[in-house]
């Protein structure tokens, strides 16, 4: 067995490889399962007992120096591979690094937050599965008022002890909660996305984005409501854009109004946008009623208070003129890109 080591010993010390192939070659005939080494530890069995203890001491340091051998070899060759292909990537072209793009419906609500922040207003969130008081009694929504009919909302469970639970049709639920656990002043907006069981179309869809607004504290008027909200749409379309209020009916406000605007795509000509009559309603808004002050155990005698709601979709529509909003949700990257110039 010693003959045999110092032969397979001098051709360890002899070998130079000239590829990555003969270094794995040389790893194979001697430290493989059917290698040298191994075929060395099956004879090393019939060795005598008095033998052993040397001759297992030098084939353990053959094994040594055999597997040193292989990784001074193996890390030679990486280490020239390395630099080999580092010299040529250096002459090649970049590989470009594409930017995504934000979200149309992100980028609009991320301008009106912004812009109500400069008015003092706070962004509050509250969930979107909601109980029937947050979402309609405490609103002041009648038992009778259509809103409550299965074909408005999505209803998860009917009846228990805080009534229907359904996804949140509006995120006026957020201001029930936000008057619960605080005191007035408040001076918050709502983001967030609500649920309604309605046919999908370019014009609707069942799920949809808005942002409502609160205010309460003393002496709050509808003139505050107006100028709020004639500084928003002067921030958000311009300086030339002209606004109307309407009277309409909202049950959790009193006075209730819907606000128009000035149609920015045919500048109060007449198109398909403001079905030609020059003016686009963008929102609801009105007094908060007293009962629902009182539903939230305010003081509705003492304080008074302006809310206001938009749908992110038809705002966006009108920004960017896109006339159907299932674009909106589709994750068409062609659509999305478009919008790739608007990353701030």
Known sequence: MQAKLDQYTAEINQFTPGTAEE????????LGTKGIIKDLFDEFKSVGPEE??????????????????????KAQFE???????LDTDLTLPGEGIELGARHPLQLVRREIV???KKLGFIVAEGPEIEDDWHNFSALNFPEEH???????????????????IALRTHTSSVQVRMMEQGKPPFRSIMPGRVYRNEAISARAHCFFHQIEGLYVDENVSFADLKQTLFYFVQELYGEGTQVRFRPSYFPFTEP???????????KGVGCNMCKGSGWVEILGCGMVDPNVLENCGIDSKKYTGFAFGM??????NLKYEIKDLRLFSENDVRFLKQFQSEIS
């Open 23 to 30: 270094v794995e070659s040389f790893r194979i005939k001697f």
């Open 52 to 73: 052993k203890r040397v001759f297992g001491k030098v084939l353990n340091e053959f094994k040594q120096v055999a597997e040193a051998k292989f990784e001074a070899c």
């Open 79 to 85: 280490s020239s591979a390395s630099t080999q292909k």
């Open 114 to 116: 912004e812009i109500f």
């Open 146 to 164: 259509p809103a409550r009919d299965m074909q408005d909302t999505f209803f998860i469970k009917k009846g228990g002890e805080k009534g229907d």
């Open 256 to 266: 209730s109004a819907e606000m128009d605007i000035s149609c920015s795509i045919c």
């Open 311 to 316: 749908g992110i979709e038809r705002i966006t």
